[in-house]
């Protein structure tokens, strides 16, 4: 199984490509479904979760064509990939393919608004929380559907004729939630509005695309989604926006190993909060024409307290990264986690590297070292394991980190990345 080495100490200079978004890149793929046209994504990120739900399209019956022809973007190869599903060949999401990545549930909305049936297993456990699936079962009983459970699966069936709009408030804010019920609703008979829908910025971009292959969607980005159904879609082709977690992700690295690195081909715009936060912490950062600035000279890194929260608050995904800046601030800071239960299992990892972290029910103390010290550590989730090579990026010494299958799932060549600018970063295969 493959490890990543680092050997901290170095900044990092020159320029990372940012890749498309991993999280509206798999939603997208999912929307392929609802129309018998070819929907062309362009900026796909190559990831093993992209590989996996291209698998799992297949099942459905998509015909799934990669350009053979990359696309050059920097120093980055963005793909452009074509999905056509003129029959919904099978629609039974079986567990093997499920329980491998929890955005394949999402199929559920495309495949009952479609052929009117999904039979799609339950995601099952997951490493950071219980992750329940309440609200997809409420936002689709709401459109009409059937749901029962049953060995483990969901079978859902829409009234004949077809779901039915509706209007349905979420008790709470789940970005796949409001994806799926987004996606059923364009096929419905009638009004749909969303209440309390998720804002992220890869819900606008499912809307934008939805709305180029003919869906009526209006609202997306605020927290009431409002779509009139059609009775088909067709094809369209569409960008996937840049991923604002690898961008948040490589800004905090930059703020913790000083340098000057432009993110090319982002947008500050998506991550507002988290680019806030990384300035409070010392970093200098501004906008260029391409993307972002990222700056740390001289001065060291300042404790500040985070709260994680839906968007446009400070984003879950990027709780363990900077928690891994914070090890190595001038003070005391503290980082709160509102969104998912257990997601603290880097605490330990960076503890073996010689941070020091106390927790206390949803928050952690960080109480600021002058040194970290290289290590084998253990990835144990995404965005985890990353947080693990930014504190890598400045120990003594090496850092070596297994399970690296889990940085694969979400982040596109990164070593090849960092090694650009400096770093020393190697895959090791055993
Ligand atoms: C998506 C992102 C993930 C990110 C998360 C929160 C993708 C592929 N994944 O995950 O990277 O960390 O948003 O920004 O886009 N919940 C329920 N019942 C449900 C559904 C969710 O209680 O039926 C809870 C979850 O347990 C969690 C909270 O709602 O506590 C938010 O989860 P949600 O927004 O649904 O996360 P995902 O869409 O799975």
Request: glycine share 10%.
């Given at each position: 199984?493959?490890?990543?080495?680092?050997?901290?100490?170095?900044?990092?200079?020159?320029?990372?490509?940012?890749?498309?978004?991993?999280?509206?890149?798999?939603?997208?793929?999912?929307?392929?479904?609802?129309?018998?046209?070819?929907?062309?994504?362009?900026?796909?990120?190559?990831?093993?979760?992209?590989?996996?739900?291209?698998?799992?399209?297949?099942?459905h019956?998509?015909?799934?064509?990669?350009?053979?022809r990359?696309?050059?973007?920097?120093?980055?190869?963005?793909?452009?990939?074509?999905?056509?599903?003129?029959?919904?060949?099978?629609?039974?999401?079986?567990?093997?393919?499920?329980?491998?990545?929890?955005?394949?549930?999402?199929?559920?909305?495309?495949?009952?608004?479609?052929?009117?049936?999904?039979?799609?297993?339950?995601?099952?456990?997951?490493?950071?929380?219980?992750?329940?699936?309440?609200?997809?079962?409420?936002?689709?009983?709401?459109?009409?559907?059937?749901?029962?459970?049953?060995?483990?699966?969901?079978?859902?069936?829409?009234?004949t004729?077809?779901?039915?709009?509706?209007?349905?408030?979420?008790?709470k804010?789940?970005?796949?939630?409001?994806?799926?019920?987004?996606?059923?609703?364009?096929?419905?008979?009638g009004?749909?509005?969303?209440?309390?829908?998720?804002?992220?910025?890869?819900?606008v971009?499912?809307?934008?695309?939805?709305?180029?292959?003919?869906?009526?969607?209006t609202?997306?980005?605020?927290?009431?989604?409002?779509?009139?159904?059609?009775?088909?879609?067709?094809?369209?082709?569409?960008?996937?926006?840049?991923?604002?977690?690898?961008?948040?992700?490589?800004?905090?690295?930059?703020?913790?190993?000083?340098?000057?690195?432009?993110?090319?081909?982002?947008?500050?715009?998506?991550?507002?909060?988290?680019?806030?936060?990384?300035?409070?912490?010392?970093?200098?950062?501004?906008p260029t024409?391409?993307?972002?600035?990222?700056?740390?000279?001289?001065?060291?890194?300042?404790?500040?307290?985070?709260v994680?929260?839906?968007?446009?608050?400070?984003?879950?995904?990027?709780?363990?990264?900077?928690?891994?800046?914070?090890?190595?601030?001038?003070?005391?800071?503290?980082?709160?986690?509102?969104?998912?239960?257990?997601?603290?299992?880097?605490?330990?990892?960076?503890?073996?590297?010689?941070?020091?972290?106390?927790?206390?029910?949803?928050?952690?103390?960080?109480?600021?070292?002058?040194?970290?010290?290289?290590?084998?550590?253990?990835?144990?989730?995404?965005?985890?394991?990353?947080?693990?090579?930014?504190?890598?990026?400045?120990?003594?010494?090496?850092?070596?980190?297994?399970?690296?299958?889990?940085?694969?799932?979400?982040?596109?060549?990164?070593?090849?990345?960092?090694?650009?600018?400096?770093?020393?970063?190697?895959?090791?295969?055993?």
């Amino acid at each position: 199984m493959d490890r990543i080495r680092i050997t901290g100490g170095n900044e990092l200079h020159g320029i990372i490509p940012i890749s498309g978004a991993k999280n509206a890149a798999l939603p997208l793929m999912i929307a392929s479904l609802l129309t018998d046209d070819t929907l062309t994504l362009e900026n796909v990120p190559h990831l093993a979760d992209v590989e996996q739900l291209i698998r799992i399209l297949g099942n459905h019956g998509a015909d799934i064509s990669v350009n053979g022809r990359r696309e050059r973007q920097g120093e980055s190869y963005a793909r452009t990939i074509h999905f056509t599903c003129r029959n919904i060949v099978d629609t039974t999401a079986p567990y093997e393919l499920v329980s491998k990545m929890r955005a394949s549930f999402w199929v559920i909305g495309p495949l009952l608004a479609r052929e009117g049936k999904a039979r799609v297993s339950l995601p099952g456990g997951c490493a950071i929380g219980t992750r329940p699936v309440d609200l997809f079962i409420e936002g689709l009983a709401a459109l009409g559907a059937n749901i029962e459970i049953d060995s483990g699966y969901i079978n859902a069936t829409a009234p004949t004729g077809g779901l039915i709009g509706a209007r349905y408030v979420f008790p709470k804010v789940s970005v796949g939630a409001t994806h799926v019920m987004m996606m059923a609703a364009t096929l419905a008979n009638g009004t749909t509005t969303i209440g309390n829908a998720a804002r992220e910025p890869e819900v606008v971009d499912l809307a934008n695309c939805l709305n180029a292959m003919g869906a009526k969607i209006t609202g997306a980005g605020t927290s009431t989604i409002t779509i009139e159904g059609v009775t088909s879609l067709s094809g369209a082709r569409h960008r996937v926006l840049p991923d604002r977690i690898e961008t948040g992700t490589y800004a905090m690295a930059v703020a913790m190993t000083g340098g000057d690195v432009i993110l090319e081909g982002t947008d500050a715009s998506l991550l507002d909060t988290a680019l806030e936060a990384i300035r409070r912490a010392g970093a200098e950062i501004t906008p260029t024409e391409t993307g972002i600035r990222v700056y740390r000279n001289g001065g060291g890194i300042k404790p500040v307290d985070v709260v994680t929260d839906p968007f446009p608050g400070f984003p879950t995904d990027l709780q363990a990264q900077f928690m891994g800046l914070m090890t190595r601030s001038s003070g005391v800071s503290h980082i709160t986690e509102t969104i998912f239960e257990n997601r603290f299992m880097h605490v330990q990892e960076l503890a073996r590297l010689g941070a020091r972290i106390t927790l206390s029910g949803q928050t952690a103390k960080i109480e600021g070292v002058p040194r970290l010290k290289g290590a084998p550590v253990m990835a144990t989730d995404l965005r985890a394991s990353v947080s693990l090579v930014i504190a890598g990026l400045v120990a003594e010494g090496d850092t070596m980190v297994s399970r690296v299958y889990h940085l694969d799932r979400g982040f596109e060549r990164l070593e090849e990345k960092l090694t650009r600018c400096g770093a020393i970063v190697e895959r090791v295969t055993d």
